[in-house]
């Protein structure tokens, strides 16, 4: 080791401040985003921006929540988006679980087909699926309805879902299932006593993965939607753009509660998220 | 359901450890638990591209829409698209846009991995945990919030190019207008995306980093090999396989970048339109919708990232991850 040398506190100095900017600069937007929420309107336009509000206030949150934006309330925009998301999560969460079994326990033809797959309609462009999509559900007579979004949702989340929840039922012992079942317990049972509660950290990841899928969702519900009060938050944003000027007050508390969440859960599952993005790519 | 039914079903006397597992006799079982999703993705993903393809040489507008047949056109919206300057002009900020916000994302997303493994334990983790929230905040959100950054009037970025001294930046910062041309809209779509994607590059580059056995990097001091050196001869070819993917995964996000431009700089605003934007907005953005000609646009966009997709297909094999 080194230890003493001689500009190795000034090494560390410099690292340890680079790494403060680092910080600074990818807090910022968001930090400045949440303040701006607190401010009063005088001094978001004021001539010279302060870092913190001055004069805190929640009038812009108290006309988010409380006010009603275009027809309806900020709750039923939420009630949507949240209604929405939790319909995503679990059917999306049921189907990466048997198809993630399935590729993790099973060798069968079709298998590498089928991750293939998995990469391949991850890489598509889903702003050009919207054209067809659209027409779909037209002729479906599920435009303008949230089941029909659920729908559009569910197929975008599968995918990376299976990716992300192969490792955790691989990284499950096999010989823990053999042995319930020389116990004696049928496959379902083995499944719900031994695999699920194993599988169980890996399926909140993937949950919350799908969640923000759903929730994040902007140019879909953009498109597919017509009737305001079964708009999603991300839509609701919308409404405050006015052709007289945005009202960034309320625009950043609206945006400060729509992100703090995703944020919030994000943080929560992030290692995984990093592990199923790049699953083997490390190995080298 | 766990293919249990084997074990139980072996006579009882045999050993059952004397041999190797069994190998899994391919059956119903997982058809079945795959069946499901290769039936929603093929409803959700693979029937509309296939109509993309189709409808890219169809007219699909009002009366379509209305219920009558589509009108085959053949390869009219192709010949339309591609004579047409505006079609080459959003051609060129696609790729020009990705060739720049890959590359910043990249070197910059990569400088962060390399600092956060030098790091101490503690600061690094705070500073990966910052970096996180970029991350993290959705496409929509960090689009306004940029817009209001640099936005025109109480922005953030105008009144502090205004501080400095007009020798380094010029004068009149106060209340320039960022989206006015397609320039300056794509300099802060850039700042936004990059600032969005370095920590995915920064967390990955790190992991790999952390698989990197230290006593090659004790050899190389040894030997006298300098930061830059040994950057180049040992961290980028253990990372090159990570490198590849992260390439691959930039330049599909970035090709297709929508959200943040539509949130930006909005489909009234036609010159400054990439091909995912210019195919919505033929598609949706009128009072006389033109499906097909939003399909053929897509469709371009679609079979540049289907190449690029066969790459990282090919990468992911010979990696061994789908096996």
Not at chain 1, 150 to 165: E, R, T
Not at chain 1, 221 to 250: C, E, H, V
Not at chain 2, 153 to 168: E, I, M, R, S
Not at chain 2, 189 to 201: E, G, H, K, R
Request: glycine share 8%.
């Amino acid at each position: 080791m080194t230890v003493g040398r001689p500009g190795r506190v000034v090494r560390k100095i410099i690292l340890n401040g680079t790494g403060l900017l680092v910080f600074a600069v990818a807090v910022f937007p968001v930090f400045w985003m949440a303040s701006t929420a607190f401010k009063p309107n005088t001094e978001i336009f004021s001539t010279t921006p302060k870092p913190l509000p001055l004069d805190p206030t929640l009038e812009h949150f108290d006309f988010v929540l409380n006010g009603r934006i275009a027809e309806v309330s900020f709750w039923e925009y939420f009630r949507n988006s949240a209604l929405l998301a939790v319909v995503t999560v679990l059917v999306s969460s049921l189907l990466a679980l048997t198809a993630a079994t399935a590729v993790a326990r099973f060798r069968f033809r079709f298998r590498t087909t089928f991750l293939i797959m998995l990469i391949v309609v991850q890489m598509v462009p889903l702003e050009a699926l919207v054209i067809p999509l659209f027409l779909d559900l037209k002729s479906l007579n599920l435009l303008n309805s949230l089941g029909g979004l659920a729908l559009v949702y569910i197929g975008f989340a599968v995918p990376f879902a299976i990716w992300m929840l192969r490792g955790f039922v691989a990284a499950v012992p096999r010989e823990l299932e053999e042995a319930a079942a020389i116990d004696g317990a049928g496959p379902v049972r083995t499944f719900f006593t031994v695999l699920l509660p194993l599988v169980a950290p890996g399926l909140v990841a993937t949950s919350i993965f799908s969640f923000i899928t759903a929730w994040n969702e902007f140019i879909f519900a953009y498109t597919f939607l017509n009737d305001q009060d079964k708009y999603t938050l991300p839509i609701m944003l919308q409404f405050f753009f006015g052709r007289s000027g945005n009202a960034w007050g309320p625009i950043m508390a609206a945006s400060t509660l729509l992100t703090i969440p995703v944020i919030a859960f994000f943080l929560l599952v992030q290692r995984r998220m990093v592990s199923g993005l790049t699953a083997g790519a490390v190995k080298g | 359901m766990l293919d249990t039914a084997p074990a139980v079903r072996r006579p009882p006397g045999r050993r059952s450890s004397g041999r190797a597992r069994p190998r899994r006799r391919p059956h119903l079982g997982p058809y079945l638990l795959i069946a499901p999703t290769v039936a929603v993705i093929a409803v959700l993903m693979f029937w509309p591209m296939i109509q993309i393809g189709i409808m890219s040489f169809q007219k699909v507008g009002n009366r379509q829409l209305r219920g009558e047949p589509a009108e085959q056109v053949g390869t009219e919206n192709f010949e339309k698209i591609l004579g047409d300057p505006f079609f080459w002009q959003t051609v060129k900020h696609t790729v020009l846009f990705a060739v720049v916000a890959v590359s910043l994302t990249l070197v910059v997303g990569t400088l962060v991995g390399l600092l956060l493994n030098k790091l101490g334990k503690r600061m690094s983790a705070f500073v990966a945990g910052g970096v996180m929230i970029a991350w993290a905040t959705p496409p929509v959100t960090a689009a306004i919030i940029f817009s209001w950054l640099f936005g025109s009037t109480g922005g953030l970025v105008n009144w502090a190019l205004d501080l400095l001294p007009d020798a380094l930046v010029g004068g009149g910062w106060s209340d320039h207008n960022w989206f006015a041309t397609p320039l300056s809209t794509y300099t802060v779509l850039t700042v936004c995306v990059v600032w969005q994607a370095c920590p995915f590059i920064a967390v990955s580059v790190l992991a790999g980093l952390k698989s990197i056995p230290g006593e090659l990097y004790e050899a190389a001091r040894v030997d006298g090999s300098g930061p830059w050196r040994t950057f180049w001869s040992i961290t980028y070819p253990m990372l090159k396989p990570i490198f590849l993917v992260l390439l691959v995964m930039s330049i599909i996000w970035d090709f297709k970048v929508f959200t943040q431009l539509f949130i930006m700089s909005g489909m009234a605003n036609r010159d400054a339109f990439n091909l995912s934007l210019y195919a919505y907005s033929e598609a949706f953005g009128s009072l006389n919708p033109k499906l097909g000609m939003g399909s053929a646009i897509a469709l371009v966009l679609t079979m540049i990232l289907l190449v690029v997709t066969a790459l990282y297909v090919r990468v992911m094999v010979r990696q061994g991850e789908t096996e």
